[in-house]
């Protein structure tokens, strides 16, 4: 039995999942169920982080990505984002890296610089 707590919204339910059988007890949601399940097969994170930008009154630049990427590719996307340097001006949605690693993710600035 794996123990952990729904992150799905501010309840924060106590979930206990079979790790065999994927089976959820604990849940106040039906979304504790699914959030259980997808982090026991599939776990994945929205990455929030910064990249370097030139012409700007800050050196660095607020970007996330615009779906959840797998969580063991996090380490490579913030190594592959320190190889990026954006020039200003931006705006909020430019793309900085479009599908990363081939899961329909986006890379995208967070704020006008």
């Not at 063991?72 to 913030?78: A, C, D, I």
């Amino acid at each position: 039995m794996k123990e952990m707590i729904c992150i799905t919204c501010p309840k924060g339910c106590h979930l206990q999942v079979d790790e065999t059988t994927l089976t959820v007890r604990g849940n106040g949601c039906p979304r504790g169920v699914v959030y259980a399940q997808n982090e026991m097969t599939d776990p994945k994170r929205t990455v929030t982080s910064t990249v370097a930008i030139s012409g700007s009154f800050l050196a660095r630049c607020p970007v996330r990505t615009t779906a959840p990427v797998p969580k063991g590719k996090m380490k490579e996307l913030v190594a592959l984002l320190k190889e990026h340097t954006l020039v200003s001006p931006v705006k909020t949605g430019d793309v900085v890296i479009k599908n990363v690693f081939g899961c329909g993710a986006d890379v995208i600035v967070t704020r006008d610089m």
